[in-house]
């Protein structure tokens, strides 16, 4: 009876062994909010994306997230067209809790509305800037540096995450501009996210989940 419980107590220390290197070998999971359908989120290794159908606004956890709320209300490119109110269904507000929550990183449009309708830190430039009175960081990093077609001046504002070396400041002049017109059936590349700005969004956000194992 001895030698068969502890051949049944070293098989369990083996598999927990395993189920830990197994662990420890997978990325941990974080949740993608507020992106593309079959776009540059999906079919990759721990990350749960959520798109229109989904309805981001009802993520309750548990992982860290990258969010892209919805800017047209936001953005100095909304007010030129006449609707820079902010009123969008709550998107924002909700990725805002889920950030502050979960940890991770939320990614506007640079001078967006939200950061003062929320009273966000404003971003400096060239480097992250926080406040004693929230628990976030507020980046300003120009997409044009992480392969985007366009120079696209962006915001992020990201809690519990360790902050990777950046490209700060405004990257050389792109071919295009985010506010004109693309053609050719390629108007969706001027919102989409480039894979390296993909990839830097999801390594932070993978950052706050392992300061969170590691607590």
Not at 21 to 32: C, D, L, V, Y
Not at 38 to 62: I, M, N, Q, S, T
Not at 96 to 101: E, Y
Not at 117 to 129: D, E, H, I, Q
Request: aromatic share 10%.
């Amino acid at each position: 009876m001895r030698d068969g419980t502890a051949q049944q107590s070293w098989k369990l220390g083996e598999s927990m062994r395993e189920a830990h290197a197994e662990a420890a070998a997978s990325p941990p999971t974080i949740a993608a909010l507020y992106v593309e359908t079959d776009g540059v989120y999906f079919g990759l290794e721990g990350v749960d994306p959520w798109d229109e159908l989904r309805d981001a606004r009802k993520y309750r956890g548990p992982y860290p997230v990258v969010a892209h709320p919805p800017c047209a209300r936001w953005s100095l490119m909304g007010q030129c067209r006449g609707y820079r109110d902010g009123k969008d269904g709550g998107c924002f507000e909700n990725a805002l809790a889920a950030v502050r929550k979960f940890g991770g990183v939320l990614e506007h449009p640079a001078h967006s509305l939200a950061w003062t309708r929320y009273g966000l830190p404003s971003p400096m430039g060239t480097y992250a800037t926080g406040s004693l009175c929230d628990p976030g960081w507020s980046i300003w990093v120009d997409q044009r540096w992480y392969g985007h077609e366009a120079n696209k001046p962006t915001w992020l504002y990201c809690v519990g995450v360790e902050l990777p070396a950046l490209h700060f400041g405004r990257a050389p002049k792109g071919e295009r501009t985010v506010g004109r017109g693309w053609g050719g059936g390629r108007e969706h590349l001027r919102s989409r996210t480039p894979l390296e700005f993909r990839d830097l969004l999801i390594g932070m956000a993978r950052s706050a989940a392992r300061q969170e194992v590691a607590a």
